[in-house]
């Protein structure tokens, strides 16, 4: 997995970007076939593609984030919404300091929500963050890869992630994740129950319809919605 920055200053000064990339991934469980980092590496994957693409400063991924529900699982570990909060916020006011003033966070886990107000907050002046991918963007990714499940069928450790994994990290991936599919449709008590009410493996979604071309296909649609980001981007390379 060549997902984390390997670059020197004189590249980056070289480059001299104008916007910074920041995967932001978690620690928490995705069923017996996908590891403990998998977010981290969606999130990695995505802001790698994406800063190739765009030309973009690409920072290495926040590890550990807001992965409460997933609490009855051993192997996971989280931090605070409002470390979380802090950790983003100081990482933008040193990126403007060093003359970065726009910031894209890449978020890998669908638990972080205190990120969708770091991004508000940072914004109320004019375009200085975005927040990526959106539930759209996801949703035209599913489209664009012929995704059998739909989002809100396919919640963790399922169809997206496994095939995403399948391209980028293969070796990752466990045997056993054509038998684990699970459907917990009816999820209203999600944020005061936790994932433990509604799944004994871990597993919401249908990780057995995953495949290397689909995620190959997600990830190419990602890249391409990247660029209608609220004019954060300069313009993309031909």
Known sequence: ???????????????????????????????AHLPLVTDTVVACA???????????????????????????????????????TAVVVDIARSLRASGIHRLAVINGHGGNYA????????????????????????????????????????????????????????EVVRDGFEQADHLADDRRHLLTRGMDGYTTSGVIGLPSHATTAKGKAVLEALVRSFADHHGLLPRAKA
């Open 46 to 84: 995505i802001a790698k593609a994406v800063a190739e693409r765009y030309d973009l400063f690409l920072l290495p991924p926040v590890t550990i984030s807001c992965s409460h529900e997933h609490a009855a699982w051993r192997g996971t570990v989280s931090i605070s919404a409002t470390t979380l």
């Open 115 to 170: 990120l969708a107000n770091v991004v508000q907050e940072a914004n109320v002046a004019g375009p200085a963050m975005t927040l990526f991918p959106t539930r759209a963007d996801w949703d035209d990714a599913r489209v664009a890869a012929g995704m059998h499940s739909t989002a809100h069928q396919d919640m963790h450790a399922g169809e997206l992630e496994v095939s995403l994994l399948l391209h980028v990290a293969p």
């Open 1 to 31: 997995m060549d997902l984390i920055t390997t670059a020197t200053s004189s590249d980056e000064s070289e480059r001299a970007a104008s916007v910074a990339v920041l995967p932001v991934g978690s620690f928490e469980q995705h069923g």
